[in-house]
């Protein structure tokens, strides 16, 4: 038994994570009128250029946007 111990205290044990996964910030739904970009963080439709709310947008356009608030999120953070 002894031996099987001391060749068991050499392997290396990858850190497992347990934590829940980290949730995107930006995510395309359907709103009231039309599909939005929602902000996790503002708990609101996203702000683009000019103050302007991504909302009443067609599903194209959102997810095109999301697409770009994802990108400059991420440059930002370099």
Known sequence: MASLIDGLQGLQR???NF???AQARFIVRMGTS????YDR???GPALIKDSHLAEKLTREQAEHIKESLTNTQGNDQT
Request: charged share 30%; aromatic share 8%; net charge neutral.
């Open 14 to 16: 990858e850190p497992v």
């Open 19 to 21: 934590g829940t996964p």
């Open 34 to 37: 039309g599909w939005m970009v």
């Open 41 to 43: 963080e503002r708990k």
